[in-house]
């Protein structure tokens, strides 16, 4: 995994986002306050804009520069804990030695822990979480069982999909969405559909 890798990555996910935008919106309109889009669009926007200033930079260096970009150009939920994501994994041991495909994984298994300590929500909250903590097991799983790396990632998106539509009945008890109450069932989670939606993209371009 190198710096190109993450700009490139970034892009990747600009076009996804984009062209799901109207869905999220009104996910986030529907149980929270609407913003969700725009902090994720806008949090996309800085870190590609950040390819000339990071392009050079070691990979601990670039990350850290996108952690501190996403928690202080993004509103919301979503910027404290998509900086903490990349923050911790700024932090991986010897990352600048070379990300290989295991590094990868552990390094976004601590970033996720971290988020999930930030946060404090854990699966079944209806949040992101419903998506991250199982596809961080997922991989990490894959890894100790030796399985084969496209197998991994195929497994991966699987495990996003379910978990994003999982939130779609679940009660809220973290975020905005807790104060509906049982009017938050039947929505789909906003930040649950826009990581999967990101986790969707890498998976399979890494995958291709
Ligand atoms: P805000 O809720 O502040 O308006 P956003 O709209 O950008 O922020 O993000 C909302 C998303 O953040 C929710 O859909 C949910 O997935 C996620 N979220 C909210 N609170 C938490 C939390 N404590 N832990 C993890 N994710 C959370
Ligand atoms: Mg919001």
Redesign the pocket.
Known sequence: MSVNFLIQKAKEIQVVIDANAAEIEKL?QEI??G??IF?VQRGIKLVIELEPTIKDLPISKALNQIAMKVLSGIG???GA?FGTLFMTMAKGSEIDEGIDFKKAIEIFAEGVDA?KLR???DVGEK???DVLIPVSNCLKKGLEENKDKNEILIEAVAVAEKGMLSTKDLLAT????SFLGERAKGHI????RSSQLMIKTVCESVNS
């Open positions: 986030d929270g306050d913003d969700h902090n919301g939920s979503s804990l988020v946060g404090k929500a949040t992101m979480m973290k975020g905005r969405a989670d906003p930040g649950a």
